[in-house]
Every structure is written in structure tokens, then in C-alpha cells.
């Protein structure tokens, strides 16, 4: 089983406030990645990292930024939440391999911004 | 532009029976695809995977079928149980260059009644 964290589960907040998701992996994961999802929509990716101090924005734009400053550790950051930041973001991880990429994901951080 | 297409929103099935999820892709430098599973309020959790030098790949009650020159795979579940019920999504990544990224499609809903 995967161990991959992320708190809190879920969040509402208010317009204009600053929040960091956290994610944290206990596998030694080298790529860790950030995902946006809607309900009945496909998971965008936002942030990915190949290692600390290696980060790099996704395919969806988005005003999180994200930081690595260790291995384990990739929080991602909103400065002044909006409503329209309201979602699931999903952190997930990936060992380094030669070939193919499984992503194995943590449970999720519901984010209500009202 | 969808690169990866779940065209069923939504799968109901009998417990016992076969579950038929399909996924369609557009990228040929597509050659590694993914099933993933969702419950509500979780993460995916990676279910199997298939590469394209293969055509299947079995892992006890789920297997994935891949048709490259039409560029359709499939996941069946045999038999179906009640709590194979969730969110099913569909994912493909290219190797060599941007091998970690995976692309998913929208999800199908797969309901399995007792």
C-alpha cells in the first residue's frame, strides 16, 4: 500500500486567506506531482517535481505555486484563496524508473473556498 | 483537445456479471496506459497497467485489453462484485522525454448491484 499523505482532508475557507496543502511521501519517491479535479471531470495536472529544488507548472495553469525542499515534502500553496479554487487536489508520487510511470496517489484534500 | 476519452459516464451491472469499461486515446506516442480506481472522497488507486508491446494483461479478476491500430483499451471485471463500485479512470504516458506525466480521461462511473 501506498504511503503517500495529504492534510487537511478538507478545508473551507474564506475568500482571500492563505492555505498550503501538505503532501508527504514515505517512499522515497523522487517525481511527485499536484492534480485538480472537478467532479465528473479528468484529474489536470498543476505542479510537478522531479527532486528537491525541481519544480516545474503542470498542463492546467493554475495560481498555486509549490516548493521541494525535501524528498518527502511537496506542499502546495495558495496566497489568496478564491471560490473559483474551489476543488480536490490530489498529490501523488513516482519512483525514478527507466521506463513507465505508476502514480500512486494520496486521498485528497477537498477545498471549499467560500 | 481530450487525448484520452471515457465516452461512458456512467456503468451498471449485476453482481456476478461482467463490467466493460472503455477507453479511447488520439496521441500514437501513447505506449503505456493505466486503470485507476476512485471512491468518493479518496485518491485513485492504481488497479493495472499495460504496456504496448503487449495486448493483455490479466491480474486476477481484472483485465486490460489493449487494441493499438485502433487505439481502444478496455478493462473487464469478472466477476463484478458490489464493492468494485466506484470511479474508474483511464490514464496514458509516453516513454523517454515527459514519461511522468500521465493524461486521464473524464472517468466512468461503474455501479454494481446485489
Redesign the interface.
Known sequence: EAD?Y?TP?YLVIGTGKKITLECSQTMGHD?M?WYQQDP????H?IH?S?GVNSTEKG?LSSESTVSRIRTEHFPLTLESARPSHTSQY???S?ARAG??????????T?LTVL | D?Q?KQNS?SLSVQEGRISILNCDYTNSMFD?F?W?KKYP??????LI?I?SIKDKNEDGRFTVFLNKSAKHLSLHIVPSQPGDSAVY?CAA?R?GGS????T????TLLTVNP
Request: a positive charge; proline letters at 6%.
Open positions: 503517500i495529504q482532508r517525481k506531482y465528473g471531470m479528468e484529474l495536472l510537478y522531479y498542463d490530489l498529490c501523488a513516482s521506463g513507465y510511470n505508476e502514480q500512486f496517489f494520496g486521498p485528497g477537498r | 481530450q484520452v459516464p503505456y493505466l485507476y472522497a479518496e485518491g485513485p488507486t492504481f497497467s504496456s479512470f504516458s516513454s514519461n511522468y506525466k500521465l486521464f480521461g473524464k472517468g
